[in-house]
């Protein structure tokens, strides 16, 4: 365990870039993440908010900066800290011509440590017990998010990693997703990491939040600290960080 990483918090992520060529994408990126909150990485398309999601789960190399997770460096530790991380990056990798339940034996064997038990509550708690045994390329876009759910918590972990998981929904999926990642956040303690580009979904579903523009965080508090207990709006407070340009 590195010092000043326990407790509460359970990811923290310091001054993260990364170059691709002679462009920085993502140029400095910290933020931290707690036990039991549900928190918004808010900005717009482009911004570098999945290059930044796949440097937290070390399938892209920071140029500079550091990721800990539950205590553990990324790159130093990487088996140790991913042990505690769920991910889904843009959509869920699944076999489409396989059923839900085959997918998810498919990926709790690879993990091992009982997850294949776990398969018919995870099932439940996203629910998709009913129609677990139809192939996934049948499934709603909404469906194959929520076995991607199910799948990333498989492992248990105590955090879990979305990228943009509103993104294609209608608004009954994404009042589901929304109510998916407060039970996980409220009820399970997970600490939910959500990326969105979202405005009003991110004040609706967050606890907390980090503004990302043009490859660095902006700002970073509860959306009460942010918005003044309520003065001005997350929109008012964009517009001032980044200079008049919307999400
Ligand atoms: N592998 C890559 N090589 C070069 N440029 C990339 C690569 N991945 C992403 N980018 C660029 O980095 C910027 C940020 O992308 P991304 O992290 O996907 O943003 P967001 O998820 O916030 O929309 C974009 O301009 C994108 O084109
Ligand atoms: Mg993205």
């Known amino acids: 365990m590195e010092p000043g990483t326990g407790g509460d918090v359970v990811l923290v992520a310091e001054g993260l870039a990364k170059r691709y060529g002679d462009r920085e994408v993502v ?5 931290r993440l707690r036990r039991g909150e549900v928190f918004g990485f808010l900005g717009p398309n482009g911004a570098g908010k999945t290059t930044t999601i796949r440097m937290l789960v070390g399938l892209v190399r920071p140029t500079r900066g550091r990721v800990l997770i539950e205590g553990f460096d990324v790159r130093r530790r990487f088996e140790d800290a991913l042990r505690h991380v769920g991910c889904i990056v843009e959509t869920p990798d699944l076999y489409r011509f396989l059923t ?36 996934v390329g049948t499934y709603s876009l909404g469906m194959r998010q929520r076995i991607g759910i199910a799948q990333a918590l498989l492992g ?7 990228d943009e998981p509103a993104n294609g929904l209608d608004p009954a999926g994404i009042r589901e997703m ?8 409220e009820e399970r303690g997970l600490a939910v990491f959500v990326s969105s580009h979202l405005l009003s979904e991110v004040e ?4 907390r939040v980090a ?14 600290e942010l918005t003044g207990g309520g003065a001005r709006s997350l929109e008012e407070l964009f517009l001032e960080r980044t200079g008049g340009e919307t999400v």
């Open 27 to 31: 140029s400095d990126v910290s933020f």
């Open 100 to 135: 839900g339940r085959e997918n998810l034996e498919h990926f709790a064997r690879m993990l091992g440590d009982g997850a294949e038990g776990r398969i018919d509550s995870l099932a439940a708690l996203v629910r998709m017990e009913g129609r677990l045994d139809e192939p």
């Open 156 to 162: 248990d972990p105590t955090v879990l990693l979305l």
């Open 178 to 185: 929304r109510e998916l990642i407060r039970h996980l956040a």
């Open 204 to 207: 609706r579903t967050c606890d």
């Open 211 to 224: 503004i990302v523009h043009r490859g660095k965080t902006l700002a970073e508090g509860s959306l009460d």
